[in-house]
């Protein structure tokens, strides 16, 4: 379990009868439960869906509301939440916001969490 | 990005000026975002951190408790949504309820989401 201590904060606790190893510590753990709420809401899941496997590797907000059928006042709130958590990154380009996604954030959270490479 | 196509329920739509690629379907989206919110909370990215780094490969209840600084009831209310999630198996042993990880069910959400390994 070595790779767990790569980049992150750790400690060793003992306690009861099992030694519990080396687990997250208190800032790492605010931020990859921030990562994930973010994903813990349908549409913000189909969105990032929607950018991540896009050709272009960004889209318009004007790309995205159609397929989650959601105004686009709707669809910008939702994309904040995914920008504030760091998982799409924006940019306004004349009257459109386009965004693409930080595909690492994720897979850097659920690696820190769980020790294994998705 | 044909490795998002693996495993899953893929759809393709064309809107606005961009081609979107083929993005989650309904009930994957539902799927993902239920195992994502589980872990939208710092007490249970703990509580799963803890048990991913067990040494023994998985944890009775009376040995997270202390770490998370919660009592019994409290702890085991989390790790029921846990549980729930597919996150973690829960197994009766006298007492105690043991705890281990399903690493593969974050792993596969993480990957069918964003299509990335890292």
């Known amino acids: 379990m070595t790779g767990r201590m790569i980049g992150m ?3 060793r606790t003992i306690v009861c009868c099992t ?3 080396p687990a997250l510590a208190g800032r790492d753990v605010e931020r990859i439960a921030t ?3 973010a994903l813990g809401d349908p549409t913000r899941v189909k969105l990032l869906s ?3 496997a896009s050709d272009a590797g960004e ?3 004007c790309d995205l509301t159609e397929p989650v059928g959601l105004s686009q006042p709707t669809v910008s709130h939702h994309m904040k939440v995914l920008v504030d ?3 799409v990154q924006r940019e306004q380009r004349g009257r459109w916001a386009y965004y693409r996604p930080s595909t690492e954030v994720l897979v850097s959270a659920t690696r820190e969490l769980i020790g294994t490479q998705p």
Chains 1, 2 share one sequence.
Do not use: S
């Open 35 to 37: 990562v994930f709420k």
């Open 85 to 87: 958590a760091g998982l």
């Open 50 to 52: 929607l950018i991540a």
């Open 19 to 21: 030694e519990v190893g």
């Open 59 to 61: 889209l318009c907000v």
């Open 9 to 11: 904060t750790a400690t």
